[in-house]
């Protein structure tokens, strides 16, 4: 059975730092990409960054870029994004997804993605 477990989501105030982890199961691990997106209320999903393991590449949202890093540990099965200086803008629940292969610059289409974990709450206060 796959599974997608988010942790690391908490309130904090702009300016501070979150490290979020996904630790997958129930597939090959290295086969897979990984990627991040995020729900605020009333607002459409939205691609956060997303790392594909078969050929490295790494895309982020333009609105995190320079803010945000994701990154991946193999050995834990596990798929990190560190968000430094985030802002009130950054409030939602955030999502890991994974499809089998490698992503495109079309990573942010949320039917490509064939797993979803249950999502993080992430709150930033001004």
Partial sequence: EVQLVESGGGSVQAGESLRLS???SGFTFNDYAMSWF???PGKE???????SHTNGRIYYGNSVKGR???SSDNAKNTVYLQMNN???EDTA???CATVFGALNRMW???DKYDYWGQGTQVTVSS
Avoid at 45 to 51: H, K, M, Q, W
């Fill in 22 to 24: 996904c630790t997958a």
């Fill in 38 to 40: 995020r729900q605020a």
């Fill in 45 to 51: 999903r939205e691609g956060v960054a997303s790392i």
């Fill in 68 to 70: 945000f890093t994701i």
């Fill in 86 to 88: 985030l802002e009130p």
């Fill in 93 to 95: 629940v955030y999502y």
């Fill in 108 to 110: 942010t289409s949320r």
